[in-house]
C-alpha cells in the first residue's frame, strides 16, 4: 500500500542561485527533497501544510502528472514513429517538441533514462509524471514486445477522456459566466443604486414596506461596509481555494442527487472506467490487475466500492460473470453485456466498445442537460434580481395608491 503524502510549502535553489517557493506532495521531507533533486533545485525550506489541505494541481498521487493532451501527444508520436522504424530514444526527442514547456522537462528526463539504459516505463516511474494506467500498460507492453500498440490504444484512450471533459466543460461554463454576472449585477445594484433609492424613498415620507426595509437596509449595510464585506469575501475565496479538495466533494456529492446530472457523472465515470480497462487488457494485464488500477479512476463512492469488492473476489478466484451481477451501479445492460463478452473471451473488445457507447451518452446527455439548463439559469437570474426589483417597485406603488 502506497504511503500517504502531505502537500509542503518549499523554499529551494534553482541552478542559477535564484530562490524560489513551490508547492508539491511528497511521503516525508526526505521525499521532498529527492523530488526536487531530480528537477536540479536544493531545497532550503519545507513546511507542512495541515492535514486534509491539498491544493489542485500540486504532485502526488493525481496531481504532477503530464496533462491529458500533452500525454496524447506524446502516445501519438510513439506510436506514429514506432511504427515506421525510429528508435524509442528518437521518438521521445520528437514528442518533446510537440508538448507544453512543462511536460517538455519531463519528456527531456524520460529520454535521458531510457537512453541511459533504463526500460520505458521504470524510466516513467522515475520521472513521476504517469499514473499507474499508463506506467501498467507500459510495463505489459515490454514485455510483450508491442511499446506501439500499446501507445496507440493509451492515446485512444487519452482523447476519449479530452472528449468528455471537454463536454463538461461546455456544460459547466455557460451556467457559470450567467451566474458570475448576475451576482456582480446584484451587488452593484445593491452597493450604488439601492441606497440612493432608499434614502429617495424615505425622504418621501411614505409607508415602506418591511421587504423594502430588508433590502434596503442590506444595500445600506454594504454600501458603508464595502471594505469589510469585500474582505470577508476574499478570505472565504481563499478558505475555499485551500480546501477546494474537500468542497469538490461536497459539490460532487449533491450533484450527483440530480437526475439528469448524476446521469452524465455516471456515464463519464463508465468512459474513463472501459477506457482504462480496455488499454490495459488488450496490453495483456491480467484483468484482476487492470480492475484495480481502473478501479482508483472511479469517483463515484458507491460504484467505486463495488468493483473494489468484484477486484478482491477475482483475485480470490471468482469469476466475472457470476460477480458482475452485484454490481448494481451498473446498468443492467451493460452487466449482462459483459457477462456475454466473457462466454465468448473478448473482453478487451467488449471494454473498447462500451468505453465508445459511454462516450455517446456523455455527449447526448450533456446537450439535453445544456438544454434543461438554460430555462433554469433565466428562473435562477429572475431569483437573484427579482427580490431588488420588487424591494424598489413596493414603496412606489403604495406611494402612487396612497396606501
Same mark, same amino acid.
Given at each position: 500500500?502506497?504511503?500517504?503524502?502531505?502537500?509542503?510549502?518549499?523554499?529551494?535553489?534553482?541552478?542559477?542561485?535564484?530562490?524560489?517557493?513551490?508547492?508539491?506532495?511528497?511521503?516525508?521531507?526526505?521525499?521532498?527533497?529527492?523530488?526536487?533533486?531530480?528537477?536540479?533545485?536544493?531545497?532550503?525550506?519545507?513546511?507542512?501544510?495541515?492535514?486534509?489541505?491539498?491544493?489542485?494541481?500540486?504532485?502526488?498521487?493525481?496531481?504532477?502528472?503530464?496533462?491529458?493532451?500533452?500525454?496524447?501527444?506524446?502516445?501519438?508520436?510513439?506510436?506514429?514513429?514506432?511504427?515506421?522504424?525510429?528508435?524509442?530514444?528518437?521518438?521521445?526527442?520528437?514528442?518533446?517538441?510537440?508538448?507544453?514547456?512543462?511536460?517538455?522537462?519531463?519528456?527531456?528526463?524520460?529520454?535521458?533514462?531510457?537512453?541511459?539504459?533504463?526500460?520505458?516505463?521504470?524510466?516513467?516511474?522515475?520521472?513521476?509524471?504517469?499514473?499507474?494506467?499508463?506506467?501498467?500498460?507500459?510495463?505489459?507492453?515490454?514485455?510483450?514486445?508491442?511499446?506501439?500498440?500499446?501507445?496507440?490504444?493509451?492515446?485512444?484512450?487519452?482523447?476519449?477522456?479530452?472528449?468528455?471533459?471537454?463536454?463538461? $466543460?461546455?456544460?459547466?461554463?455557460?451556467?457559470?459566466?450567467?451566474?458570475?454576472?448576475?451576482?456582480?449585477?446584484?451587488?452593484?445594484?445593491?452597493?450604488?443604486?439601492?441606497?440612493?433609492?432608499?434614502?429617495? &424613498?424615505?425622504?418621501?415620507?411614505?409607508?415602506?414596506?418591511?421587504?423594502?426595509?430588508?433590502?434596503?437596509?442590506?444595500?445600506?449595510?454594504?454600501?458603508?461596509?464595502?471594505?469589510?464585506?469585500?474582505?470577508?469575501?476574499?478570505?472565504?475565496? $481563499?478558505?475555499?481555494?485551500?480546501?477546494?479538495?474537500?468542497?469538490?466533494?461536497?459539490?460532487?456529492?449533491?450533484?450527483?442527487?440530480?437526475?439528469?446530472?448524476?446521469?452524465?457523472?455516471?456515464?463519464?465515470?463508465?468512459?474513463?472506467?472501459?477506457? &482504462?480497462?480496455?488499454?490495459?487488457?488488450?496490453?495483456?494485464?491480467?484483468?484482476?490487475?487492470?480492475?484495480?488500477?481502473?478501479?482508483?479512476?472511479?469517483?463515484?463512492?458507491?460504484?467505486?466500492?463495488?468493483?473494489?469488492?468484484?477486484?478482491?473476489?477475482?483475485?480470490?478466484?471468482?469469476?466475472?460473470?457470476?460477480?458482475?451481477?452485484?454490481?448494481?451501479?451498473?446498468?443492467?445492460?451493460?452487466?449482462?453485456?459483459?457477462?456475454?463478452?466473457?462466454?465468448?473471451?473478448?473482453?478487451? /473488445?467488449?471494454?473498447?466498445?462500451?468505453?465508445?457507447?459511454?462516450?455517446?451518452?456523455? /455527449?447526448?446527455?450533456?446537450?439535453?442537460?445544456?438544454?434543461?439548463?438554460?430555462?433554469?439559469?433565466?428562473?435562477?437570474?429572475?431569483?437573484?434580481?427579482?427580490?431588488?426589483?420588487?424591494?424598489?417597485?413596493?414603496?412606489?406603488?403604495?406611494?402612487?395608491?396612497?396606501?
Amino acid at each position: 500500500m502506497a504511503s500517504a503524502t502531505a502537500t509542503f510549502v518549499y523554499s529551494a535553489i534553482t541552478p542559477t542561485g535564484q530562490k524560489t517557493l513551490g508547492l508539491r506532495s511528497a511521503r516525508d521531507r526526505d521525499h521532498l527533497t529527492d523530488e526536487l533533486k531530480r528537477r536540479d533545485l536544493l531545497l532550503m525550506s519545507a513546511w507542512k501544510l495541515p492535514g486534509g489541505v491539498a491544493l489542485a494541481g500540486v504532485p502526488g498521487d493525481t496531481k504532477g502528472l503530464l496533462p491529458l493532451r500533452d500525454h496524447a501527444a506524446l502516445n501519438d508520436q510513439l506510436h506514429t514513429l514506432l511504427s515506421r522504424g525510429v528508435t524509442l530514444v528518437e521518438a521521445l526527442e520528437v514528442a518533446q517538441s510537440v508538448v507544453s514547456a512543462k511536460s517538455a522537462e519531463t519528456i527531456h528526463q524520460l529520454r535521458e533514462l531510457v537512453s541511459s539504459g533504463h526500460s520505458f516505463a521504470d524510466a516513467c516511474v522515475e520521472t513521476g509524471g504517469f499514473d499507474q494506467v499508463a506506467i501498467g500498460v507500459y510495463r505489459a507492453a515490454e514485455r510483450s514486445g508491442d511499446l506501439t500498440g500499446a501507445a496507440a490504444r493509451l492515446s485512444q484512450s487519452t482523447e476519449r477522456q479530452l472528449s468528455v471533459r471537454g463536454k463538461a $466543460v461546455t456544460v459547466m461554463i455557460y451556467p457559470a459566466i450567467v451566474c458570475t454576472v448576475s451576482l456582480l449585477l446584484l451587488l452593484v445594484m445593491l452597493i450604488f443604486l439601492v441606497p440612493n433609492l432608499a434614502k429617495s &424613498v424615505r425622504d418621501m415620507d411614505t409607508n415602506i414596506p418591511w421587504f423594502s426595509q430588508i433590502i434596503f437596509s442590506l444595500g445600506e449595510w454594504l454600501h458603508d461596509n464595502v471594505a469589510a464585506a469585500g474582505l470577508a469575501a476574499l478570505g472565504a475565496l $481563499v478558505i475555499a481555494i485551500a480546501f477546494r479538495g474537500a468542497v469538490m466533494r461536497l459539490v460532487l456529492r449533491a450533484s450527483r442527487r440530480i437526475p439528469a446530472v448524476g446521469e452524465l457523472m455516471l456515464a463519464s465515470e463508465l468512459t474513463r472506467l472501459f477506457g &482504462v480497462l480496455a488499454a490495459m487488457t488488450r496490453t495483456g494485464v491480467p484483468l484482476a490487475e487492470a480492475m484495480g488500477v481502473a478501479t482508483g479512476t472511479v469517483t463515484h463512492l458507491p460504484l467505486r466500492k463495488q468493483l473494489q469488492d468484484l477486484r478482491t473476489k477475482l483475485v480470490e478466484g471468482g469469476v466475472l460473470r457470476s460477480l458482475i451481477e452485484k454490481v448494481d451501479e451498473l446498468p443492467l445492460a451493460t452487466r449482462r453485456l459483459l457477462i456475454a463478452a466473457e462466454r465468448s473471451g473478448d473482453l478487451d /473488445q467488449a471494454f473498447d466498445a462500451m468505453a465508445e457507447r459511454a462516450g455517446q451518452e456523455v /455527449q447526448t446527455k450533456s446537450a439535453r442537460l445544456l438544454a434543461l439548463m438554460e430555462p433554469m439559469v433565466i428562473l435562477m437570474m429572475v431569483g437573484l434580481l427579482g427580490p431588488i426589483i420588487i424591494a424598489i417597485a413596493l414603496p412606489m406603488i403604495r406611494l402612487r395608491t396612497g396606501t
